[in-house]
């Protein structure tokens, strides 16, 4: 069983280079390349062999091309769905494991998923905090019946019933959910984006409460919280009192949840 | 090990810092809610809802840690009220009801929840969540253990002590996230012999007792007793609760010496005899029924001029002397009544009332045990072994609680590895993976295989005597000076594993020796002692100590009191010279052939006999007394380890019934004998048997005497909220009644007594303020795992000597076996479910009882034709000679020429084992 | 004079109506939440409210409640039998407080006169009622997790269907 590809495929130019030679190749102490890929609305989507240490502007704008026409970058999900998010004005951050962490960021996998203005931010939280909780062992009680409870938040805030207490809720259930309170890090990382999107995106989410709808949805729905409900059209909520049972196993959501439910 | 001072809710406390901090603060009495943590089986971190708030040194911030996985260190300030941990702790229940079913109305545990408990103990009220509930489907799991698996907060404690502890195989946690299942893969009976304990283990209701639920009482309103277990020799304490006057239920009474948390299935859900339509409610004189104290009247009178010779009467002529009336006694009758018997009929026609074979094995084993210098074991001396070797016992069938006593020594006993690993005795999970690694500790010498083969090092199977040589060649191999000859003829292959088993004996400093009388075996027997003896132990002792089975409740203490054979009884009868005889509490059709007692029965005059259930016996008396049965009577029994635990009813017993030793009382009354007359209460009768036996008087100490009083006042069998007292006998009268008057103990049938916590061998329920389950034990013990306050319950009564005697005799090894051409040896299988007298009269546990059948090894069974559930017929040459005809059963670790029968089943004749065994040829081609 | 007075207005008073509430004949006014005689109500549906739970018996501050629960072949907990005995209630209401299910209910009913005391000892046909009593709309088992014939496992108000274990999909 291989743990980690990226690692062992660089053992080979270490062998072939030398240690220092392979080291010196990267742009800070960390040294040597790393795979760095972006995803997303750029020009050029893909991965790059980079030296450690490339600024994630560069990363951006020189080998993906910048933003695609017609979308603005918000902010970006540096290491996989467990990292905080670096907005769209903080991405000279240096992408090697100290500067991230100086940063408040972290490198994780060292990729860059673009999130622009046409992605809902409820939307994605909904989306990453729905996998953490399809992922949960179900050992300690803050991951395994918090999570399903924060997607059922965040599903009612993405269709339309969100309310004002839900965003204290969430905050709440972010801190039930620190690196303390759990056995292990999968729930305390599902709330480092959750946290930081909250922030940077605090705005969005009081939107949709107010407006009682997603704004993002008459671009389409893009960011797979409409699977929920089985690819409902926007505005087609269910009516009070309508009971409907769970999303089955097929779209992928929360058997036991069944945040499309009224209440 | 060391003692670190640290501070809790500003409190400076010196505490051992190889302990964890939640185990520190409950046992200090701060208030700390758990789930996943249990006593018995450590710490794993799940639940999350021990958190508490954590400073270091001069740290302001503090963090929240879980107390049951974190060490004390010095400095420490530890904040159980700290507004974060308190809010933390609260969140955890608010996430733990997210899925909680609205069930506590029609919920068994309500009452005693420790769910609802420690919601109540976080303050969390107000319900949020607003999504809707999982659900699963629940599985039928067998008579005794309900599943209603919505309420499961997966604390994962029912999965850790059935597979970790109990060794059970057939359950397993399904699922993953908020949909984790424990249960079986499909409906089916638990297999595991303890089952039972998920009752308790669980927090909530998923597990609950279903023998209960069929006559359901919340335990508020149970009125309970300190109870000892009737069904084997191991004494495990329980506490019975009765309702309405009939018992419903009985739970574990922790005593860290016998039986600590847990017990087998069979002394948790037999219980139903009591309550069965095999009670003796009312005198029976043949078909009519006389009133007591007629019948009582009559009898005495018989009993009366049986006893003439002791009388003469002023003028009269002399009278011939009359045959003096016989009595025979019971392994599971109480102390007190067998006492009181031999007291009445006299020391010389006082008789046991055991199996000619089991007499002569068990007075072995008591004079085995009396002669030292092997001290026996309590819990305690076995849980700190580092190695158990178990002979001729199948110790899940004969004494279920060694079984799983064993199994948690096996997995908690500290060892090298444990200790340069830094692993802690409370880290569950550490202990566990390490465990999987090392060389089991645990070796098995049996007839057969039995469920603790899987856990051994090593199981050797033999017929009995060749299990006797393989002891002994034991022994030579430890001391070639213990034996004058070692058994020769040992062959290649038994010699390597002598040599295996000699090997891991010699590197143990602290062995322990289990042995008993259950596989017939006198040879074996006397060798185990001799192997005890020839194995190191701690002073004065100097021996390993030496655990012997035995199979009935008041086996040891019968014995101890000592009397003769019944055999002998048979035989005064047949020459005529018995005109009265008196049995208490036994079924002699069980420990003797069918004609033998029948001939006894019609030659031993009137058959007076004092039972609480109808058996083969009563139905031949004379007259049968109604005696109270185990859940009714007051009463002293004997464990195999030798001690005299006093059993407390939870019922008192509507008239006629009573105890059977004031029958005997009320006997020698109206027989105007000068014996029992002053025996008022039962404290009277020990204080008799202390006097005329010095050496049983320790047994008096039990208990608190009846006359001992707790501020004035009695201890009360019901709680403060028992209810219904004005309408629950309205319909019979509406007057009340005044609940009975219990002479014999210092607690009351009522609800009026002394609150606080009672000496220990009265506590007879686990409540205290804020917690209302069986967690509230931890409120009961001086530490939490350790002792009851004021000691664990029960008083030893057999210790070795202490100047050494003069050297025991020196066992001989018995030849090897070698079985005839056309003869097997039959020996004894026991049964947890089956082999038992009173646990049979029970629903559910007969229910699991297997029928009779001939199991056979697959050589004998190729040899004799015989296929797997055919009928085989047989003729047992035992005592008597018995054509049986059995469905075969193959056992493949049962050695050739060995064939095994269920003893003690209902429907089977008594068997007297081991004896030859052949099979019947005539009837087979017939 | 005072007592001249007086006796005018005991004087006006033959003119005025009286108070006096002519019963039997007339009836007195009793207040929906009166606490008098108990009953056991039923359920919506027509089932049987009370589940055996117990809670009333315990919160009897004279101990005159006492049941034996049992269950149904349709997996209903109901009570085997029920017995209130009404020579020692004192009417607290303390039982329908603490009932979970609205099953045991206090009605303005206040005639409860016997000649003799055991005659004051009501059984479960003597406290059962048709109706739901005070409280219309409640029915215990809609709500409550247990299955029972007619609702099944994960069919009560806020439940999901129950997990199916052995499906092979995250």
């Given at each position: 069983m291989i743990n980690n590809v990226e690692s062992l495929c660089c053992v080979a130019p270490i062998v072939r280079l030398g240690a220092e030679?392979?080291?010196?190749?990267?742009?800070?102490?960390?040294?040597?390349?790393?795979?760095?890929?972006?995803?997303?609305?750029?020009?050029?989507?893909?991965?790059?062999?980079?030296?450690?240490?490339?600024?994630?502007?560069?990363?951006?704008?020189?080998?993906?091309?910048?933003?695609?026409?017609?979308?603005?970058?918000?902010?970006?999900?540096?290491?996989?769905?467990?990292?905080?998010?670096?907005?769209?004005?903080?991405?000279?951050?240096?992408?090697?494991?100290?500067?991230?962490?100086?940063?408040?960021?972290?490198?994780?996998?060292?990729?860059?998923?673009?999130?622009?203005?046409?992605?809902?931010?409820?939307?994605?939280?909904?989306?990453?905090?729905?996998?953490?909780?399809?992922?949960?062992c179900g050992w300690c009680t803050p991951c395994w019946a918090g999570l399903p409870w924060m997607v059922g938040v965040l599903a009612d805030i993405e269709e339309g019933r969100g309310r004002p207490e839900h965003l204290d809720l969430?905050?709440?259930?972010?801190?039930?959910?620190?690196e303390q309170m759990c056995?292990?890090?999968?729930?305390?990382?599902?709330?480092?984006?959750?946290?930081?999107?909250?922030?940077?995106?605090?705005?969005?989410?009081?939107?949709h409460i107010e407006e009682g709808r997603c704004s993002y949805r008459e671009r389409g729905p893009i960011t797979g919280a409409g699977s929920a409900a089985g690819g409902r059209p926007a505005g087609s909520g269910t009516a009070t009192g309508d009971r409907r049972p769970g999303p089955g196993p097929a779209a992928g959501g929360l058997p036991g949840l069944a945040p499309d439910r009224v209440r | 090990m060391a003692t670190v001072a640290i501070t809790i809710e500003g409190v400076p406390h010196e505490v051992d810092d190889r302990r964890n901090l939640l185990d520190i603060c409950l046992s200090l009495g701060y208030d700390v809610p758990y789930f996943c943590?249990?006593?018995?089986?450590?710490?794993?971190?799940?639940?999350?809802?021990?958190?508490?708030?954590?400073?270091w040194d001069d740290d302001q911030q503090g963090e929240i840690v879980m107390s049951c996985l974190t060490r004390p260190r010095a400095g420490n300030r530890v904040a159980i009220s700290d507004p974060e941990a308190l809010r933390f702790r609260a969140a955890v229940i608010e996430l733990l009801m997210t899925s909680h079913p609205h069930d506590c109305p029609v919920c068994d545990e309500g009452g005693e929840c420790h769910l609802q408990d420690m919601t109540v103990m976080t303050g969390h009220v107000y319900r949020r969540y607003a999504f809707d509930k999982r659900t699963f489907e629940n599985y039928d799991l067998g008579p005794f253990v309900t599943h209603e698996m919505n309420r499961c907060i997966q604390c994962y404690r029912c999965l850790r002590f059935y597979v970790d502890y109990a060794g059970g195989h057939d359950f397993a946690a399904f699922g993953l996230r908020n949909e984790v299942y424990f249960g079986r893969l499909r409906d089916g009976a638990l297999d595991s012999e303890f089952s039972g304990n998920l009752v308790e283990v669980c927090p909530v209701g998923v597990f609950d007792d279903k023998t209960f639920a069929a006559h359901y009482t919340r335990k508020w309103d149970l009125q309970t007793g300190p109870t000892v277990c009737p069904f084997c020799g191991r004494g495990c304490n329980t506490i019975a609760g009765a309702r309405y006057g009939e018992l419903r239920r009985v739970l574990n009474r922790f005593n860290g010496d016998v039986n600590g948390y847990f017990l087998c299935d069979r002394g948790r859900f037999a219980y139903e005899s009591v309550n069965g339509p095999e009670r003796v409610r009312r005198p029976l004189v043949g078909l009519s029924g006389l009133s007591a104290s007629e019948l009582v009247r009559g009898l005495g009178a018989r009993l009366e001029s049986a006893l003439g010779e002791r009388r003469v009467a002023v003028g009269a002529r002399p009278r011939v002397a009359r045959p003096r009336p016989v009595g025979i006694g019971s392994p599971r009758a109480s102390l007190e009544a067998n006492f009181a018997l031999k007291r009445l009929v006299g020391d010389d026609r006082f008789f046991l009332g055991l199996a000619d074979g089991e007499h002569t094995l068990v007075e072995r084993a008591v004079a085995l045990l009396r002669a030292g210098p092997s001290p026996t074991p309590s819990l305690r001396d076995i849980e700190a072994a580092d190695l158990v070797i178990v002979l001729g016992e199948d110790l899940t069938n004969t004494a279920p609680m060694l079984d799983l006593s064993v199994r948690r020594w096996a997995r908690l006993r500290p060892t090298a590895d444990e200790e340069r690993l830094g692993i802690a005795r409370w880290n569950d999970a550490g202990i566990g993976m390490v465990?999987?690694?090392?060389?089991?500790?645990?070796?098995?010498?049996?007839?057969?295989?039995?469920?603790?083969?899987?856990?051994?090092?090593?199981?050797?199977?033999?017929?009995?005597?060749?299990?006797?040589?393989?002891?002994?060649?034991?022994?030579?191999?430890?001391?070639?000076?213990?034996?004058?000859?070692?058994?020769?003829?040992?062959?290649?292959?038994?010699?390597?594993?002598?040599?295996?088993?000699?090997?891991?004996?010699?590197?143990?400093?602290?062995?322990?020796?289990?042995?008993?009388?259950?596989?017939?075996?006198?040879?074996?027997?006397?060798?185990?002692?001799?192997?005890?003896?020839?194995?190191?132990?701690?002073?004065?002792?100097?021996?390993a100590p030496l655990a012997l089975v035995v199979p009935e409740v008041n086996t040891l203490g019968l014995m101890l009191l000592g009397g003769e054979r019944l055999s002998e009884a048979f035989r005064l009868a047949v020459a005529g010279d018995v005109e009265v005889t008196l049995v208490i509490e036994n079924d002699l059709y069980r420990r003797a052939p069918a004609a033998q007692v029948t001939a006894f029965l019609r030659a031993c005059g009137t058959a007076i006999v004092v039972d609480h259930v109808t058996t083969a016996t009563t139905a031949a008396a004379a007259a049968v007394l109604p005696a109270a049965s185990w859940a009714e009577t007051t009463g002293t029994f004997v464990s195999h380890e030798g001690r005299a635990q006093r059993s407390i009813p939870a019922l008192a017993p509507p008239r006629p019934v009573q105890p059977t030793w004031r029958w005997l009382s009320a006997l020698a009354a109206a027989a105007r004998l000068p014996v029992g007359q002053d025996w008022l209460t039962l404290d009277d009768v020990l204080d008799e048997l202390a006097r005329e036996r010095p050496d049983l008087a320790p047994a008096a100490l039990a208990a608190p005497p009846a006359d001992a009083r707790f501020v004035a006042m009695k201890i009360p069998r019901q709680p403060t909220r028992y209810s219904g007292r004005t309408a629950m006998h309205a319909d019979v009268s509406v007057f009340d009644a005044a609940p009975p008057d219990d002479r014999d103990t210092p607690m009351s049938f009522s609800m009026e007594g002394y609150r606080e916590q009672p000496p220990a061998a009265l506590i007879a329920r686990y409540q205290a303020p804020r917690w209302n389950s069986v967690q509230a034990l931890n409120k009961f013990q001086e530490e939490i795992g350790g002792p009851l306050r004021g000691g664990d319950p029960g008083v030893r009564l057999i210790e070795p000597p202490a100047a050494p005697g003069p050297p025991p005799p020196v066992p001989t090894a018995p030849p090897a076996f070698r079985p005839a051409s056309d003869r097997l040896l039959a020996v004894p299988l026991h049964h947890i479910y089956g082999s038992e007298e009173l646990s049979m009269l029970s629903p559910p546990v007969a229910g699991r009882a297997p029928e009779p059948y001939l199991a056979l090894s697959p050589g004998d069974a190729a040899r004799w034709g015989g296929r797997e559930g055919a009928p085989l017929p047989v003729l047992l040459h035992g005592a008597e000679k018995l054509h049986l005809s059995l469905p075969l059963r193959i056992v493949a670790s049962l050695p050739e020429g060995v064939a095994g029968l269920p003893v003690g089943l209902p429907r089977q004749p008594f068997l007297d084992l081991p004896a030859e065994l052949e099979i019947d040829h005539e009837s087979r081609h017939v | 004079m005072s007592y001249l007075r007086g006796l005018w207005i005991v004087f006006l008073h033959l003119f005025r109506r009286s108070d006096t509430v002519q019963y039997p004949t007339q009836m007195n006014y009793l207040p929906a939440r009166y606490r008098g005689r108990i009953v056991l109500s039923r359920d919506p549906d027509g089932g049987e409210r009370c589940v055996a739970c117990y809670l009333c018996a315990a919160a009897c501050p004279v101990d005159c409640i006492a049941l034996q629960a049992t269950t149904d072949q349709d997996g209903r907990r109901y009570p085997a039998w029920f017995r209130i005995n009404f020579s020692r209630c004192i009417y607290c209401g303390f039982c329908e407080e603490a009932c979970p299910t609205y099953a045991i209910q206090l009605t303005p009913d206040a005639e409860m006169s016997e000649y003799l005391r055991p005659s004051l000892v009501y059984e479960k046909e003597d406290l059962q009622i048709a109706g739901t009593g005070k409280y219309h709309d409640y029915n215990f088992y809609r709500v409550a997790g247990l299955a029972i014939d007619g609702k099944g496992k994960g069919e009560a108000e806020c439940e999901a269907p129950p997990a199916d274990l052995k499906r092979l999909l995250p």
């Open positions: 030679r392979w080291r010196s190749l990267g742009l800070t102490d960390e040294g040597g390349t790393r795979m760095y890929g972006v995803s997303g609305r750029a020009r050029r989507t893909g991965a790059w062999e980079l030296p450690v240490g490339t600024p994630m502007r560069e990363l951006i704008e020189r080998h993906a091309g910048g933003m695609r026409e017609g979308f603005a970058l918000r902010a970006v999900m540096p290491g996989g769905a467990s990292t905080p998010l670096v907005p769209a004005d903080a991405i000279d951050v240096i992408m090697d494991f100290d500067h991230m962490k100086q940063a408040g960021y972290g490198l994780g996998t060292g990729t860059a998923l673009l999130i622009d203005d046409s992605v809902c931010p409820v939307g994605l939280c909904l989306n990453l905090v729905r996998f953490f909780a399809q992922e949960s969430l905050a709440e259930q972010m801190w039930f959910m620190g056995f292990c890090d999968l729930a305390p990382s599902a709330t480092k984006a959750l946290g930081t999107a909250l922030k940077l995106f605090r705005g969005e989410f009081e939107r | 943590w249990h006593p018995a089986m450590g710490s794993i971190g799940a639940c999350r809802q021990c958190a508490v708030k954590l400073f465990k999987k690694e090392e060389p089991s500790a645990l070796w098995i010498a049996a007839t057969q295989a039995g469920k603790l083969d899987e856990i051994a090092a090593e199981t050797f199977h033999g017929a009995p005597d060749d299990l006797a040589r393989f002891t002994l060649a034991l022994v030579a191999a430890l001391d070639p000076k213990a034996l004058r000859r070692p058994p020769k003829g040992l062959n290649a292959g038994a010699a390597r594993t002598v040599a295996r088993f000699a090997a891991a004996l010699r590197a143990a400093e602290r062995p322990v020796v289990i042995s008993g009388v259950s596989s017939g075996s006198l040879p074996l027997l006397e060798a185990s002692a001799a192997l005890a003896r020839a194995l190191p132990g701690a002073p004065p002792a100097g021996a | -």
